[in-house]
């Protein structure tokens, strides 16, 4: 019997490849120290680059423990554990006791730090709005309705991960 090349999987592997690049494309601007630097200027605030991504998480997040702020943010959890107590020292998040395991502690944003990402989502909206301006809004939706259902597909592909991680994305 000879193997017949299976055209449906020929167009996927394409899409895929397309998909990765753009995602690849995402990640890399959305890691760049120039994007941290522009959002922390729009915003209006002052803080270090090297923490802003750390504030946004939590704040997302949180109440979130430091090993896995620091698998999100690609960094090594002793130095993520000292750029929080910088965080904290600012007043801008708070330490604790994790709820399930007091020997975590996880990282709570404080109403300081609520205030300082209210103004980058500000910007942030302001950006990306200019970005998304000569979209048609049905394009706008539908990347809207498919790009949270396309992260828990990638959480739910990789080995270990948890499938609810994110239920909200739903």
Same mark, same amino acid.
């Given at each position: ?15 895929? #490849? ?100 209210? #103004? ?5 909206? #302001? ?44």
């Amino acid at each position: 019997m000879t193997a017949r090349k299976n055209v449906h999987n020929t167009h996927m592997t394409g899409q895929l #490849r397309l998909l990765h690049g753009a995602v690849l494309d995402i990640v890399g601007m959305m890691n760049g120290p120039q994007r941290d630097e522009a959002m922390i200027r729009a915003a209006g605030i002052r803080l270090d680059r090297a923490l802003f991504p750390l504030l946004v998480l939590i704040e997302r997040f949180g109440p979130i423990g430091v090993v896995e702020l620091a698998d999100r943010v690609g960094r090594d959890h002793t130095t993520v554990s000292r750029q929080l107590a910088k965080l904290e020292g600012l007043d801008l998040i708070e330490r604790r006791s994790g709820a399930a395991d007091r020997r975590v502690r996880e990282a709570v944003i404080r109403p300081t730090g609520k205030a300082m990402t209210d #103004r980058i989502d500000e910007a942030r909206e #302001r950006i990306l709005s200019a970005g998304f301006a000569g979209w048609p809004q049905e394009d706008l939706d539908t990347l809207v309705r498919l790009l949270p259902k396309f992260a828990q597909a990638m959480r739910d592909s990789l080995p270990g991960e948890s499938t609810d991680q994110r239920d909200d994305d739903q």
